[in-house]
């Protein structure tokens, strides 16, 4: 064994304190791009508390850097980078298709190119998306300042830079879930869940879950454990009529998620439907403890092991496949946004939605009223 490979073969080792972060797959290709210091920086992100889904994207990307500026440079990443080198990065990712059709040298060299898909880390054609390229960069200054270093990721030339390359890249932005999945929707998708096969009783919960929840994150979904639900006091069906049914009334806690910090308590409810889809899961799965959705193997045995964010996604792109609908319309994501897009259907206030849904950004969240209210509206409809 050389000692570049047993220097590998010992981060991959390292890392296999973060297998509940990292998956297996990737540990071994991220042994091979990280440094020695790269791999302590991570294992302290983690010890430190940093949140799973962060701290995987920051590995991810750390991965994804390292790579490029190997490539790019026949070096390994400085730290702290050079502003020169942050613009190189921005000049690769964000480029102009017409000019790189009559020049080739504009945009990402050729061999980087290759060598980055050789490696499996470049998929995109054509310039990467902004927000994509935003990312990153916010990576690198947040590995930056991690390792008690000052980037130049504020200089104005760096900011000016960016800016033009995404006017210049003209890459229209990408919704993450090219549909919403509205209650119409989802009731196809449910009707491809019938039976009364484990898989199909998960699947049922999972997706009326995930969306009375007021559209969880595939991340949060996967997350979800039987210590975070409580039995609270049934509720009316219509709270203005005393004498309407009681409905069951679970609330979830979600505890760290991408807008709310552990100790924040962030709790959501369910009522009805997925309330008892919920639980008969749980009893027929025979699960009292840990994870509440977990895999299932061809056999119907349920794993100990709760599913990963990407199997949610599969879930409900299969699931939808089986209602006759295009699965590539449809992600995990499109629950959140179906949710909101579901109450401004029906006139539910935005702050209302925003307490369940627990979007921190009311711009963003209000985008999806904005969309409602307009195809509602009279402005679009002065000649039909």
């Not at 570049?4 to 080792?13: Q, V």
């Not at 960069?137 to 033009?164: D, E, H, I, N, V």
């Not at 919704?175 to 929707?185: G, Q």
Request: proline share 6%; net charge positive; with cysteine.
């Amino acid at each position: 064994m050389t000692i570049g490979e047993d220097a590998i073969l010992r981060r991959a080792e390292e890392l296999d304190a973060l297998d509940a972060i990292l998956r297996f797959d990737r540990r071994d290709q991220l042994a091979a791009l990280l440094t020695d210091d790269d791999v302590a920086t991570l294992k302290h992100l983690a010890s430190d508390g940093m949140g799973e889904n962060t701290l995987r994207a920051l590995a991810s990307d750390l991965g994804y850097l390292e790579a490029w500026c190997r490539l790019a440079t026949g070096d390994p990443l400085p730290w702290p980078a050079p502003e020169a080198l942050q613009l190189k990065f921005v000049a690769h990712h964000l480029w102009d298709p017409v000019k790189r059709a009559n020049d080739p040298a504009h945009g990402m060299p050729a061999g980087v190119e290759a060598g980055l898909r050789s490696e499996g880390l470049l998929r995109a054609d054509g310039p990467h998306a902004p927000g994509t390229v935003r990312r990153r960069l916010t990576s690198w200054s947040t590995l930056t300042r991690r390792r008690g270093l000052t980037g130049a990721f504020g200089a104005p030339s760096l900011k000016s830079a960016l800016r033009l390359a995404v006017k210049a890249s003209n890459r229209p932005r990408q919704r993450k879930s090219k549909k919403a999945v509205t209650v119409d929707i989802l009731a196809k998708v449910l009707q491809a869940c019938e039976g009364d096969r484990l898989v199909d009783m998960r699947d049922r919960a999972l997706l009326l879950a995930a969306f009375a929840s007021g559209g969880r994150r595939r991340s949060e979904v996967a997350a979800l454990r039987v210590e975070d639900l409580a039995d609270e006091e049934p509720v009316r069906a219509d709270p203005s009529d005393k004498t309407s049914p009681p409905l069951p009334c679970l609330s979830i806690r979600l505890g760290r998620t991408k807008t709310t910090a552990a100790d924040d308590d962030a709790h959501v409810l369910l009522i009805g439907r997925p309330v008892t889809a919920l639980k008969q899961w749980l009893s027929d799965a025979q699960i009292t403890v840990g994870p509440i959705f977990r895999r299932i193997d061809q056999w119907g045995n349920v794993d100990r092991r709760a599913l990963t964010p990407q199997s949610v996604n599969l879930i409900l792109k299969s699931r939808a496949k089986q209602a006759g609908l295009d699965p590539a319309l449809f992600s995990a994501h499109g629950l959140r946004s179906g949710y909101l897009t579901e109450a401004a259907n029906r006139g539910i206030p935005l702050p209302e939605a925003m307490q369940q849904s627990l979007h921190k950004s009311v711009t963003q969240a209000a985008s999806y009223y904005n969309n409602a209210e307009r195809k509602n509206g009279r402005a679009a409809r002065l000649i039909v």
